[in-house]
């Protein structure tokens, strides 16, 4: 698919997304930066990790994104003794009524939709949790020998509680290097909390329009690429991310002081593909280093390890992240 970056692809998308945007508010209150990222995610072909406490319309929200664009949405509820074949597809013996011979056929498991949301999913054992990294790196599923193609756009939204450790099994590092985003939800304000109760208490529901189909994701995933970025913007990127290693000659002493290990060559890859992204919603032909700083957080935070000092000290991954951003880099 050959997209050409002009002011009016541009300008497509950026309307496109206001047009999103709105439409997903008529359910969702607030939360209009997750919604921005969430789409960003999907139009650079990424994924996003979704952590709020219980209550906080994750679910709702995903699942409203995916009927405004016209997605096959699929739920997955992750529980201890949820089996890779659960979320993959498994095999069964199928017989012919007329021959009477017996053949196995795939039944393809909830993993082949458009949007998949992998609720809570560290409550599954990493065995489990496995089964969805080909799936997200290349979009395909292999089982019994033969490999099954997933439909695009293919998006994975996954949640965490973060107050409910009892029974819980954190993500191995690998799992959650394949999120181009770790996006935090708090609680409403006041304002938006009355709001919340006044909808949702009354008998009226609002109705929802498509704004965009399967094929305006692809497109906008082709436009993301095509995007000239300037060497100056790459260099920035390049640089946040290697001074997050406390071992590279480059990390500031207090990297080396509150980190164990940094991030790897995907994130510097998620900031530029982010910040092209972020330029063309707002309508512009070339990120910036604003833009690259706008998603910093977001990329990163989950790709940073804290040592004992930093947990000591009440130093947290997003405190690094932002003490380096404030720094010359």
């Given at each position: ?61 995903i699942h409203t994104i995916a009927d405004v ?113 770790n996006l935090w939800l708090d609680y409403p ?123 000591a000290e009440g130093v947290s991954p997003v ?11």
């Amino acid at each position: 698919m050959e997209i050409k970056t002009s002011p009016e692809t541009v300008e497509e998308l950026h309307a496109g997304y206001k047009s999103l945007s709105s439409e997903v508010g008529k359910v969702i209150v607030g939360q209009e930066h997750i919604v921005r990222q969430i789409f960003i995610s999907m139009i650079c072909r990424g994924h996003a990790l979704l952590v709020g406490v219980p209550g906080l319309a994750k679910t709702l929200l995903i699942h409203t994104i995916a009927d405004v664009i016209d997605l096959e949405f699929s739920r997955i509820q992750f529980t201890p003794d949820l089996m890779p074949s659960d979320i993959t597809g498994t095999e069964i013996i199928e017989e012919d009524a007329t021959t009477g011979r017996r053949q196995f056929k795939f039944v393809k498991g909830p993993v082949f939709a458009n949007v998949v949301l992998a609720d809570e999913i560290n409550r599954t054992p990493p065995k489990t949790q496995a089964a969805l990294l080909e799936a997200m790196q290349e979009h395909r599923v292999t089982a019994a020998g033969h490999t099954y193609s997933l439909p695009e756009p293919f998006f994975v939204l996954a949640t965490q509680n973060p107050i409910e450790q009892e029974g819980t099994y954190p993500l191995p590092e690998a799992q959650l290097d394949r999120f181009m985003f770790n996006l935090w939800l708090d609680y409403p304000s006041f304002s938006e909390e009355m709001d919340v109760v006044r909808r949702t208490t009354s008998a009226s529901k609002p109705s929802l329009s498509n704004v965009m189909a399967a094929s305006d994701i692809q497109r906008y995933q082709h436009l993301v690429r095509q995007i000239p970025v300037a060497d100056n913007v790459i260099e920035y990127a390049v640089k946040l991310v290697t001074k997050t290693r406390p071992k590279g000659e480059n990390a500031p002493s207090f990297v080396k002081e509150y980190l164990n290990y940094g991030a790897g060559p995907r994130a510097s890859q998620f900031l530029i593909l982010g910040a092209k992204a972020t330029a063309a919603l707002e309508g512009r032909l070339t990120p910036s280093i604003k833009d690259v700083n706008d998603i910093a957080v977001s990329v990163l935070r989950h790709r940073i390890v804290t040592n004992f000092s930093a947990e000591a000290e009440g130093v947290s991954p997003v405190d690094v992240i932002n003490r380096l951003m404030s720094t010359e880099v």
